[in-house]
């Protein structure tokens, strides 16, 4: 029973990511990118409803495109601010959910498409971090300027969007596309974050082979050195996730070809695992740090070093997940599983965390039903992580197929 219940778990989180509530407007007058987003509220709504003085907010975070059009029309100020929640405007609120009519509506009432957030965030930011590809797309056909840098790490929307994961299968399969919109309309493919990183540091951090490539085909330079002394090509290098095959590959695409039968670690000189004074205060550097101490095969070094990440910033996704990594490996499953759970807590979350997450909760039998879930959730993402899950469902719903009695599929 347990395994026919398993099956049909499988089956609705595949079904869960494309199933709309109900709406507030008839169905057919609802365009394709309405009906993906109507009815889903914004996170923890139920909580903050109560504190929600605006019209306006309340309807676009309540989440029904229809009530949100009319509060739109209504709305004597579009460019409000709301200070509590750090100087968010209803467009960057509309966007970073998806709401693209409601985007159209609030554009179309002036609201200022490169107002910033007290972060220095603007509309276009948010809506890149969660992979909002149609939304980018009418911010920027609205003049939205593409290389503002945030005020806390100096990133652009080009580096969010590398970084991004999406909340859907439909969303991810765009992410190239917004990517390709931003390049296109003149974001800055070799800008520099306050810590040296380039879009395709975050590409390659991240993993993202089709972000690495096109990045590439735009003039990306591969041999840009972060503070930390760290090009992309260490990343791609040092990555837990992509395949050697997928190193070679790519490192021979960003001009610096792996010598065959020889070892990662030794195909091209390693950046110095001692951090300048300057990066100290660097998670990002701590992290790379990291990475390559594994590459080394210095375990214990690179836990140090995550360790050196996630004080200096606890919500360090990549770091936490590494630690889980290298818990695992030395079968410290209770210590593993917390800093996963950490790890796909954090924003933005890391889609190999979910996968790692995922499948631990499963195979330790700790909790089918939310390593299931988590699964179908960074199943529905492109990259490697997808992938994995993915291929482990596809397992997972072989197995129990062939373990359910034959009586019970009658």
Known sequence: MKQLLVLLLIFSIFAAGDVCAQSALPTSQLTEDDKAV?????????????QIQSPLYLAIMGGH???????????????EHHDE?????????????????????LIAKKADVNAIDKSGRPALMPACLKVRAAVVKVLIEAGANVNIKELSR???????????????????????????????????????DNQGETALHTAALNAWIPG?????????????KNKAGFTAIDYVRSSHILPDAEKTRLSAIMGAPIIPNKKLADAAPLPQTILPPRAKNDPNAWFAVG????????DDKAVDAYRNAI???PTHANALNSLGILEAKKDHTKEALAYWERAVAAQPPSAEAYYNLGRALIITKTDYKRGLLLLGAVAKTNGEAGKRARAFIDEM??????????????
């Open 85 to 105: 929640w750090g100087g968010l405007t209803p467009l960057m609120l509309a966007a970073s959910m998806g709401q693209v009519s409601v985007v159209k509506a």
């Open 212 to 224: 690495i490539e096109i990045l590439i085909k735009h003039g990306a330079k591969p041999d840009i």
């Open 65 to 79: 495109i229809a009530e949100a059009l009319k509060a739109v029309e209504e709305s004597a100020n579009v460019n």
């Open 311 to 313: 004080q200096l910033d």
């Open 154 to 192: 100096g990133q652009t929307a080009l580096m969010l969007a590398n970084m991004g994961m999406a909340e859907r299968k439909a969303d991810a399969d765009h992410q190239i596309d917004m990517v390709a919109e931003l390049l296109d309309h003149g974001a800055e493919v070799n800008a520099q």
């Open 291 to 298: 990475r390559q101490e594994e590459i080394l095969g210095h």
């Open 38 to 50: 109507d009815g889903i509220e914004f996170p923890n709504f139920y909580r903050i409803k109560p």
């Open 397 to 410: 719903t072989k197995w129990s197929k062939e373990s359910t009695p034959t009586a019970m599929n009658k």
